[in-house]
C-alpha cells in the first residue's frame, strides 16, 4: 500500500481507477449464463451493449462523473509509524471511519469506529406502555422497522402469555419478508454494486443499463407495497399490534400480490446470477456464525438460534446467556461474542445454517450458482442475499396462497396485563434481532434490551479487516481502500441501528 500515512476525506465516494483490481470482473465466471457474462463485463467497462459508454472519467465534467480526488493529510508518527483513516466509508447506513495502523510499512491495528451518537432507545422505552414499545422501536430503522415492530410485540407477547393465531403469525412473516425485499434490493443494486462495475455510484449505471436499474427498482417497490399492504405504510407499521393486527388485508389484495410476487421470481434469479457474475476476494472469516433455524421453515420470524461451528441450537430468548457485549473504547457501538469469539449473522450465516430449508427455485439458484454451503467467505454475504430474494418471492407466493386457505382471524387475542418479562428473536435482513421487556403490573416498561444485527457483527467485521489487510496491504493506496470498503459493505452493516 502506498502512502499509508494519510487521511482521506470522505474518500469512498471518489472516483478510484479500477485498472488493475484483482476483485472486478475480467473475462468469464463459472456457473453463469452467456449472456450474464458479457453484461457483468460491459457493466465493468462502463459501457452499454452496442453504443458508445457515457461514463464520465474522474476529473471529466461535474454531472455523473467519478469525483475527483479528495485532499489528503499525511499522519505519521515516530518509529516508522503512521495512520490511513478513511473518513465516512460511503454507501452504507450510518456513519463509520475506517482507520489503518501501520508499523514500518506492516499493518499492526485496522479499527471499524462507529461515530454516531448513542440514541438510548433502550432507556425511551421505560416508563412507557407496553402497546407503545412497537411503535417506538420501529424507530429504530426505515427499513427493518417490520422487524423491530414485530419482534418488539413478540418479546410483550411472551411476557403476557400470549399466542397469536395462525393466521396472524402467516401474515407477521410476509411482513418480515417484506423488508428482505426492500433491504436486499437496496443494499444490492444501489450500495454494493457500484463496487464491481467501476462507477462511483448506481446513478450512472441508469444511463448505460438502466433495465438494470427498472430491476432493481420492480423488487424495491414490491417490497415497499407488501409492507404497505399488512403494516398499513411502508416503513414504520401502524396494523401491527400485540396480539395480532388492527387490520389487514383483503383477499383480492392478496391475490394481487401473489401475482406481483410470482412474477418477480424472474427478476431475483437475474439478481443472483449478476452479483455471482462479479469475482469476490478468496477470503475466509475465523468467525463463528449464527442464525436462527427451525426444523419445518426457514427460519426469519421464529427458531431457535444456531452456531455453525459448535454445532448447537439454543432457545432465542434465552440470547443473553451465550451472547456477550463488551464496550469498546474506539467506538460508540458495542462489539458481542459468543463463547469469547466473534460472530457473523446476516444471509450468509442464514444459507449456511438453513439451505436445505429454501424454496425450490432458490435452492435451485444456490446450486447453480455452485456456492456450496457451509462457505466462510464474507464477501458472498451479497450473494447469499440475492439467493434469499428468490427465496422471498417464491415463499410469499406461498404463504398468501396458504393464508387464502386458513380460516381464524388476525384480531388481537385477549389478554391480561400483568407483570412479568419476555424476550425474543427474528430474523432481520442483516441479522438475527433480539428484544426483550420486563412490564410492571399496569403495563409499564421497567427495563428493555436490543441488540441488534450489526451490533454482533461489528467485532467480527474488525476481525475480518484486520486479517484481511495485510494480505493487499502491496495494493495502490486507492486499490487498497476500496478493497477494504468492499468487505465493510459486504456485511451490509448499519451503523445507525448499532448505536440505537
Known amino acids: 500500500m502506498q502512502d499509508a500515512g494519510e487521511r482521506v476525506l470522505s474518500r469512498s465516494r471518489t472516483g478510484v481507477s479500477r ?3 484483482p476483485y472486478r470482473l475480467h473475462g468469464e465466471v463459472r456457473h453463469t ?7 457483468s463485463r460491459d457493466l465493468a467497462r462502463g459501457e452499454h451493449p452496442g453504443r458508445t459508454a457515457r461514463v464520465r472519467r474522474e ?3 461535474p454531472v455523473g462523473a467519478r469525483s475527483p480526488v479528495r485532499p489528503v493529510q499525511r499522519r505519521t508518527g515516530g518509529r516508522g509509524m503512521s495512520t490511513l483513516t478513511v473518513e465516512h466509508v460511503a454507501r452504507i447506513e450510518g456513519h463509520g471511519t475506517i482507520t489503518v495502523e501501520m508499523e514500518s510499512g506492516v499493518v499492526s491495528d485496522v479499527r471499524m469506529d462507529v461515530i454516531e451518537a448513542a440514541r438510548f432507545f433502550e432507556s425511551m422505552v421505560v416508563g412507557r406502555r407496553f402497546d407503545e414499545v412497537s411503535l417506538i422501536t420501529s424507530r429504530i430503522c426505515g427499513i427493518c422497522s417490520p422487524n423491530h415492530a414485530l419482534t418488539s410485540l413478540k418479546a410483550v407477547e411472551a411476557a403476557f402469555g400470549i399466542e397469536v393465531s395462525e393466521r396472524t403469525e402467516l ?6 419478508y417484506g ?11 444501489v450500495f454494493a454494486a457500484p463496487d464491481f462495475v467501476g462507477l462511483p455510484s448506481v446513478f450512472p449505471l441508469a444511463q448505460t443499463h438502466p433495465d438494470i436499474v427498472e430491476r432493481a427498482l420492480r423488487i424495491k417497490k414490491t417490497g415497499n407495497d407488501l409492507t ?7 416503513v414504520h407499521p401502524i396494523t401491527a399490534v400485540v396480539g395480532g393486527f388492527s387490520a389487514e388485508p383483503s383477499a383480492s389484495d392478496l391475490r394481487a400480490m401473489a401475482v406481483r410476487l410470482e412474477a418477480l421470481v424472474a427478476d431475483t434469479v437475474a439478481t443472483a446470477e449478476l452479483f455471482q457474475s462479479f469475482e469476490v476476494p478468496s477470503f475466509e472469516t475465523s468467525g463463528e456464525m449464527l442464525a436462527l433455524v427451525d426444523d419445518d421453515d426457514y427460519a426469519i420470524y421464529d427458531g431457535e438460534t444456531a452456531a455453525l461451528d459448535a454445532g448447537w441450537r439454543r432457545p432465542a430468548a434465552e440470547y443473553r446467556q451465550f451472547i456477550a457485549e463488551t464496550v469498546v473504547g474506539h467506538s460508540n457501538a458495542k462489539h458481542s461474542t459468543v463463547a469469547g469469539r466473534t460472530f457473523m449473522v446476516g444471509s450468509l450465516p442464514r444459507i449456511n445454517l438453513s439451505s436445505d430449508r429454501l424454496m425450490p427455485r432458490a435452492a435451485k439458484t444456490l446450486a447453480t450458482l455452485g456456492i ?6 464474507t464477501f458472498l454475504n451479497n450473494v447469499c442475499q440475492a439467493v434469499e430474494l428468490v427465496d422471498a418471492a417464491e415463499r410469499c407466493a406461498m404463504y398468501i396462497d396458504r393464508l387464502l ?3 381464524g382471524s388476525t384480531a388481537p387475542q385477549p389478554f391480561t396485563i400483568k407483570a412479568g418479562s419476555g424476550a425474543a428473536a427474528s430474523e432481520a435482513p442483516r441479522g438475527t434481532l433480539y428484544h426483550a421487556y420486563s412490564i410492571d403490573d399496569d403495563g409499564i416498561v421497567v427495563a428493555g434490551d436490543v441488540i441488534t444485527p450489526t451490533a454482533q457483527n461489528l467485532g467480527n467485521l474488525e476481525a475480518d479487516m484486520r486479517a484481511y489487510a495485510p494480505t493487499i496491504a502491496h495494493l495502490p493506496k486507492d486499490e487498497f481502500i476500496l478493497s477494504m470498503e468492499k468487505l465493510v459493505r459486504a456485511y451490509d452493516p448499519c451503523l445507525s441501528c448499532s448505536v440505537h
Open 19 to 21: 485498472t488493475g483490481d
Open 33 to 39: 449464463r452467456p449472456s450474464v457474462h458479457r453484461l
Open 59 to 61: 476529473g471529466s465534467g
Open 171 to 176: 401474515l407477521r412473516k410476509l411482513f418480515v
Open 179 to 189: 423488508s428482505y425485499l426492500q433491504n436486499h434490493a437496496t443494499h444490492l443494486y
Open 228 to 234: 404497505t399492504l399488512i403494516g398499513g405504510r411502508p
Open 372 to 377: 456450496a454451503a457451509p462457505s466462510r467467505n
Open 405 to 407: 386457505g386458513v380460516g
